[in-house]
């Protein structure tokens, strides 16, 4: 297995176009309780003066990056719902773990997701529904922590421990709910026993009374790429539950997909 490097994210600043990277400041500026923002507000969130923001903004309105929402303001187009079907539909483990994910979906009965490893996060990629759920639980592109999700722990437990700390030390280790665990010394620990069981267990660590198991997906290299997630109700699936019934189907479905490497 070749060595494991996290990406510096450094480019050559002589091949660095700030025009480029404006535009997409200004499509990230768009999150949580900013569905619709005003010229002023979207210049507020880049940190950029209003005369220089409305040229990049009228830009990606003429190509429908943006639009004109129902109030005064702007949301963002529907031409980056193209570029996210692009990148799933080319993605190769999309390919190779939605057939996989349906079998064990069938077999649980539970919410099933696919994530994509991103070192301190992980996205959530394809979601198959359970008979509840909510509207963020049922949509693709949702990024969380991987510290504090099941499927992030698997991932990060086939890392070295070195590794394993610089990530979570960079990771803004806040709570979601009072169950989430943020402490570097229990967040090894955990990390280290999904390393032995091969899965990770959270629970109401994200939502309030929800229990999730989840496994990481190696790619050829033995480095993880993302992880597959099974999720229900605390209330309805005990922990023995989980680890006897539902982690060896799980595991079956990873190995399942690791084999399609080829």
């Known amino acids: 297995m070749s060595e494991f490097r996290l990406p510096e ?4 600043d002589r091949l660095y176009l700030q025009s480029v990277a404006r535009a997409l400041d200004v499509l990230e500026s768009f999150g949580p309780g900013r569905s619709q923002m005003s010229l002023s507000e979207i210049a507020q969130a880049v940190g950029a003066n209003k005369s220089a923001i409305q040229r ?29 079907f692009e990148y799933l539909r080319n993605h190769p483990y999309v390919i190779r773990v939605t057939p996989v994910m349906a079998e064990l979906r069938r077999n649980v ?10 070192y301190t996060t992980i996205i959530y990629a394809v979601r198959m529904q359970s008979k509840r759920e909510t509207l963020n639980a049922s949509l693709v592109g949702r ?19 070195e590794v394993v700390m610089d990530i979570l030390e960079r990771s803004p280790r806040q709570k ?19 390393r032995e069981d091969r899965y990770a267990l959270a629970i109401s660590e994200y939502l ?39 982690a060896p189907l799980l595991l079956e479905a990873v190995r399942a997909v690791e084999l399609s490497h080829g």
């Open 56 to 84: 990049t903004v009228q830009t990606l309105q003429a190509r429908n990056y943006l639009r004109r929402g129902d109030q005064r303001g702007y949301m963002l187009g529907s031409r980056v719902l193209d570029l996210t």
């Open 176 to 194: 979601f709910t009072p169950h989430t665990v943020t402490e570097i010394p229990e967040l090894m620990d955990r990390i280290r026993q999904a």
């Open 208 to 246: 309030t009374g929800e229990i999730v198991i989840g496994a990481a997906i190696r790619g050829p290299n033995g480095f993880p790429v993302g992880a597959i997630h099974i999720a229900g109700m605390h209330s309805e699936l005990s922990v023995d539950h989980m680890r006897a019934h539902v």
């Open 9 to 12: 994210g450094e480019v050559d």
């Open 143 to 161: 990024r969380l922590m991987s510290f504090g999700t099941s499927g992030g722990r698997a991932c990060l437990s086939l890392l070295p421990d």
């Open 109 to 118: 009965g539970e919410r099933i997701d696919f994530s994509i490893f991103d």
